[in-house]
């Protein structure tokens, strides 16, 4: 069951959820710029982070799930929010330069139909940032937060679901070290500083983001005559060739290098 948007508004309007926004914007912009001229989707609850992409984007919109609601977004203007169905955006195809997907994924009933939904309206060339809570971050088990509730994620399982949805991770990135307490909401500039030196892992949100994959068409292959080599020795016979063992290691690479990221 997804929390509701009054929770969600009244979480980021506390200290502890301004920390939040404020962390969590800041990866985004970094990553992304001011994002001008482009087309961005907010979906799920994304609204408290698009803020500093709306002066010069060509267009922002949100997106909220019907289980969730909707709230009028910006407020006292012209509103730009929707209530959608998870598995049916109201958008045309490839319509979207840029989707951020925030309290998206951990509540949702299909996470990859939902992803399925932001590949198709995503255009060719566009990129999404999913922010889901970190598993082994406090912020997880913090039930006072929209964090606390339904299910975090690790960094793999991250990316084996989107890239499930047909969507290739291309970075990541952590965010939140403040403890999910209240009055240190406004010590979140330090732990955010040293946390991401002294103890990476245990930051409370994953970020990762992704490129829409398409597929060229792959050529036919054609059979080919090949010579093949009469070996010089002949084999040994059964029972008697020596038995050699090789042990294999297994090198674990980071996520944008290869597919079997941790």
């Known amino acids: 069951m997804r929390r509701d948007v009054l929770e969600l508004r009244q979480f980021y309007a506390s200290k502890l959820g301004r920390a939040a926004r404020e962390m969590t914007a800041r990866k ?4 992304w710029g001011d994002g001008h001229g482009l087309d961005i989707l907010g979906l799920g609850y994304a609204t408290p982070f698009l803020g500093s992409l709306r002066p010069t984007a060509r267009r922002v919109v949100a997106a909220m ?3 969730q609601g ?3 977004w910006p407020a006292g203007e012209r ?10 955006l109201p958008f045309q195809n490839a319509f979207f330069d840029r989707i951020l997907a925030v309290h998206a994924l951990e509540e949702s009933p299909d996470p990859v139909g939902l992803l399925r939904e932001v590949w198709r309206v995503l255009s060719p060339s566009g990129r999404v940032i999913v922010v889901t809570a970190a598993r082994n971050g406090l912020w997880a088990n913090a039930e006072a937060t929209p964090f606390g509730h339904g299910r975090p994620y690790t960094r793999s399982q991250l990316a084996e679901l989107l890239r499930e949805a047909e969507l290739e991770p291309s970075g990541w990135t952590r965010a939140l070290y403040v403890p999910p307490i209240p ?10 500083q040293a946390g991401s030196r002294l103890w990476p892992g245990f930051a409370g949100l994953v970020l990762m983001e992704a490129v829409k994959q398409t597929f060229a068409v792959k050529p036919r292959a054609h059979r080919a005559r090949v010579r093949v080599a009469v070996p010089a020795l002949n084999p040994l016979p059964a029972g008697r060739a020596p038995v050699s063992r090789a042990h294999g290691k297994l090198i674990r690479v980071p996520l944008g290098a290869g597919r079997g990221s941790p």
């Open 28 to 31: 985004v912009l970094e990553t």
């Open 70 to 72: 909707v709230e009028v």
């Open 183 to 192: 009055w240190m909401a406004g010590w979140a500039e330090g732990f955010e």
């Open 79 to 88: 509103n730009l929010a929707a209530l959608t169905a998870e598995d049916a």
């Open 65 to 67: 799930p019907a289980q």
